[in-house]
């Protein structure tokens, strides 16, 4: 295991001690946070995993495989016979907008449909044409798009009907594990919103879409705020764990913003992990909600406003996997801007923020036979900032207080030099937030908040800030106005 400065041996480790899980797209993690935040040293593991994908759209993961994920992190994390019962509580975060159908036994009858799914696309149309997507957003705070419960209702109501009457309860990812773990499927306020059912004011289901999605408010999670956790419950075969409360599951963007410091609405987090996104947590919902962001309730008095992106750390993967590129790849990333790099529109899996064009592909121009391989990844890291940059310009209508952006995850921990490019796009300066699994990090820190409130939490751990050079903002300005116009000729229209 990887030490950082911001671990703990546990003999010095200040209690009380918290359990995280981040069950996220490329992998299961987890580890024992202290009352101040720092992992613990030794007691920290993952188990990789991929989704299982299709041409047609699918995107899925076995519930069962995902369970047994975390049972084998539970037994990593709680191995050490020091701990004894000095963990007080489990605390989940999981990808969100993800739906699994579950009989009355509690047995799942599909597999867990990720928030990359797209094969509910027909039923986004049809659901567009029967419902004011406008009016429905604004009580929501989202759209109608394949990643929500509203249009997979419908698609598997059509496709799989059997399954659909057989089906008692619709859960997340992280409810299914829980239940299987303690019986409980601790439903966290952020949870509930990411299925694109639940008024980001009142807190209430949308009565409107659960009758479009054939589906009753019985058959659903009641939303839990993340300070009210279930009393210990864990099995005998963790006997760490036999005082621990266990906190409702919520979802890795609110996690997130948590663990980059991106705790008020100064501060917008830009996540560049498999998928990304920018966000910034209010208080109260927010007014004006611009049509293409996504504004989810997370807890009682505040919710998250912003935009995901599907392919950040998947286009730069897809990028190093398929293209002859150089060995190190930094003095790409480093190069002055070039009018001759090809322009990239990055949807490999589809769009979400901004435009919601769920059946959106990849889009390469200006390649001539002088392109070699690692001016296309060029393009390619271009073409993702400048789809945070179609975000931020959304976004800044509704919060203009922004003063910082902080950048965390896989992409800018591995191409920090990435992070030059995001500035000069977005033209504002972009702080690197240093910390590895800053989103299980986000996790342990709001349970710490109901255990330990009172204890100092260890300060957020950055590296440089990148500021905007004019000249290479004067560039971009342009590529992206060419970016606007090959998107609305290839993918709106």
Sequence with gaps: MTRTDDDVALDTALDPLVLALDIGSTATRGGVHDASGRQVQGLQHKVPHAFAVAPDGTSIIDPEQVTAEVEQVLDAATGDLRLGTRIAGVAMDTFAASLIAVDAAGRALTPCLTYADARSADAVTALREELDEQAMQQRTGTRLHTSYHAPRLRWLAAVEPRVVAETAVWWSLGEYVLARLVGHPLAGTSTVAWTGLLNRRTGEFDAELLAAAGVGPEQ?????????????????????????????????????????????????????????????????????LPFGL????????????????????????????????????????????????????????????????????????????????????????????????????????????????????????????????????????????????????????????????????????????????????????????????????????
């Excluded at 419950?233 to 980059?260: E, H, K, M, Q, Y």
């Design 220 to 288: 659903l999670s009641a939303p839990r705020d993340v300070t009210e956790p279930a009393p210990a419950a864990a099995p005998a075969r963790w006997p760490a764990l036999a005082g621990a409360v266990w906190f409702p599951v919520i979802t890795d963007g609110f996690a997130s913003n948590i663990g980059s410091g991106a705790t008020d609405a100064t501060v917008l987090t830009a996540s560049t992990a498999t998928s990304g996104a920018l966000r910034v947590l209010l208080d109260g919902p927010a007014d004006p």
């Design 294 to 493: 996504w504004n989810y309730r997370v807890d009682a008095g505040r919710t998250l406003l912003g935009g995901a992106i599907n392919d950040v750390g998947r286009a730069v993967s897809w990028a190093q996997s398929t293209l002859r590129l150089s060995p190190t790849v930094a003095a790409v990333l480093t190069a002055p801007p070039n009018d001759a790099t090809p322009l990239m529109l990055p949807y490999l899996t589809g769009e979400r923020a901004p435009g919601w064009v769920g059946g959106a592909r990849a889009v390469l121009e200006g390649v001539s036979a002088a392109t070699d391989a690692d001016a296309m990844f060029r393009g390619i890291v271009e073409g993702v900032a400048m789809t945070y940059a179609r975000v931020a310009d959304e976004l800044h209508p509704a919060a203009p207080q922004i003063m910082e952006v902080a950048a965390a995850g896989r992409v800018s921990n591995d191409q920090p030099e990435w992070l030059q490019v995001l500035a000069d796009v977005l033209g504002r300066p972009v702080t690197h937030v240093t910390r590895r699994r800053a989103t299980q990090h986000g996790t342990a820190l709001l349970a710490l908040h109901v255990l330990a409130p009172d204890v100092p939490r260890a300060p957020r751990a950055i590296g440089a800030t990148y500021e905007p050079r004019p000249a290479h903002v004067e560039h971009y300005a342009e590529r992206r106005a060419r970016f606007a116009k090959v998107y609305d000729a290839l993918v709106r229209g």
